[in-house]
């Protein structure tokens, strides 16, 4: 055989290996959930918030960390769009393709996105001390916001950086601002993946548990308030998987569950969006 068939072979032979890993993998994590967490699974759990005693076995669900969750989600989402934007904008428009300085930024985002979530909850609580504020819903939203910043400029910058540079040479021949550029045309052209990079975000700080362990603490009460505690589901499948009570772990697969439903949806949003959105795209 052919050496650079037989070196073809191979490496399919690794990809459909590393894929099969994966596939087996999320199914087996998906069907533990399902097979210990249906079970569990009622109207109360996601229409009530703990009861007294919930924790011990008694009635109740998991309403507050559900709302809590898409709370805090929502608000870290929004605060890292209002930087992230900009700065994609900024590495795609204002700054040159191969910029050393453009090659910086993205190599210390790449460094950000790399560090684990709970060293941004141990800045996130060293801020909260510095200003005095207690564990509450704004300290899990700057938590929250400065983990997925880097990954929502990265992913929207790869998004932005597949857009033809012939559109944006024509649109300067025709007297266009660079800001005029950036808002009519490469945000238009881009605008899926911005939609994907803010969902992918969204979905990576709902899941999260250690940035928010000590910033946003934890209630058994439905609050908006910023300046008070908030539930978030990874925190309250910890807390139940913690207990010695059979029931309330079997609510934390629960909890597991309808976590896994959330990012199930975002995902399925992402795709939807994209495809929606992707006619606006010059080819």
């Not at 033809?164 to 899926?192: A, C, D, F, H, N």
């Not at 609050?223 to 309250?236: D, E, I, M």
């Amino acid at each position: 055989m052919d050496l650079r068939k037989a070196e073809e072979k191979f490496f399919q032979g690794l990809m459909i290996l590393a894929f099969m890993i994966i596939f087996v993998s999320l199914l087996l994590i998906l069907v533990d959930i399902v097979v210990k967490g249906l079970p569990a699974m009622n109207l109360a759990m996601v229409t009530q918030a703990p009861k007294g005693g919930y924790y011990l076995g008694k009635e109740g669900g998991v309403l507050n960390a559900i709302v809590g969750s898409l709370t805090l989600a929502g608000g870290a989402t929004v605060i890292a769009l209002l930087l992230a934007l900009p700065v994609a904008l900024y590495l795609n428009v204002y700054l040159k393709k191969g910029s050393s300085v453009a090659t910086f930024i993205r190599f210390s985002l790449d460094v950000l996105w790399g560090v684990p979530s709970i060293v941004y909850g141990a800045f996130g609580f060293t801020i909260m001390l510095f200003f005095g504020l207690r564990a509450s819903l704004l300290g899990g939203i700057i938590a929250v916001a400065l983990l997925i910043f880097p990954i929502m400029i990265r992913a929207m910058d790869e998004s932005l950086k597949m857009i033809p540079q012939e559109l944006l040479e024509t649109s300067y021949s025709l007297g266009s601002t660079r800001l005029e550029i950036s808002l009519k045309v490469i945000v238009r052209q881009g605008l899926s993946g911005i939609l994907t990079a803010i969902l992918i975000a969204f979905g990576r700080g709902i899941g999260d548990a250690a940035s928010v362990l000590f910033t946003a603490g934890f209630s058994d009460y439905i609050s908006f308030n910023l300046l008070r505690p908030v539930a978030t589901l990874p925190l309250a499948i910890f807390f139940q998987l913690g207990t010695p009570f059979p029931e309330v772990r079997s609510r934390a697969y629960a909890s597991s569950l309808i976590l896994t439903v959330i990012i199930i949806v975002i995902s399925v949003a992402t795709r939807l969006l994209t495809k929606k959105f992707r006619h606006y795209v010059i080819k």
